[in-house]
């Protein structure tokens, strides 16, 4: 059983596909997707006692008629979560670390989806340590 004090100040509502983009140009070759600049971003909205985290993932960069690039992959998420009680992290913390890391597992099963369902080898994006990631962005925004 567990205690009261061990319980999540937040609770996960539900997980959502809200934005998918792929494009391949040069089909008859395989994208060298190792080569490619992969994006992550994580924002949030407070809306009552609900945060809307939207965390998203773009592998390539988005192709335009100008553009030589053949291989854009954009994908994004958005996970509610609903807060009980006094959480004990700050929204953004709960948001770019916690809330972050339960979402970004169903982008990299997407990806890897995507990707074999379109005829390439499966892309699998590394896991990521979003403590550290967090850390990171704090440290190069101040």
């Not at 040069?26 to 924002?43: A, G, H, I, Q, W």
């Not at 909205?45 to 992959?73: A, C, K, M, P, W």
């Not at 948001?95 to 972050?100: D, Q, S």
């Not at 890391?101 to 997407?110: D, E, G, L, S, V």
Request: glycine share 4%; proline share 4%.
């Amino acid at each position: 059983m567990i205690t009261e004090s061990a319980k999540s100040g937040v609770q996960l509502k539900f997980i959502r596909l809200i934005n998918s983009q792929f494009e391949w140009n040069n089909y008859l070759e395989d994208p060298n997707v190792k080569d490619l600049p992969v994006k992550l971003e994580v924002t949030y909205d407070v809306r009552e006692n609900f945060l809307d985290v939207h965390v998203s993932i773009e592998i390539g960069n988005e192709i335009s008629e100008n553009d030589s690039n053949d291989f854009y992959l954009g994908v994004e998420m958005v996970g509610i979560f609903e807060k009980v009680g006094i959480p004990k992290l700050s929204d953004e913390e709960f948001a770019k670390v916690n809330a972050a890391a339960i979402i970004f597992p169903y982008i990299r099963q997407y990806i890897r989806a995507v990707s074999l369902d379109a005829g390439i080898a499966p892309i699998i994006l590394p896991i990521v340590n979003f403590h550290t990631w967090y850390k990171n962005i704090q440290r190069e925004n101040s």
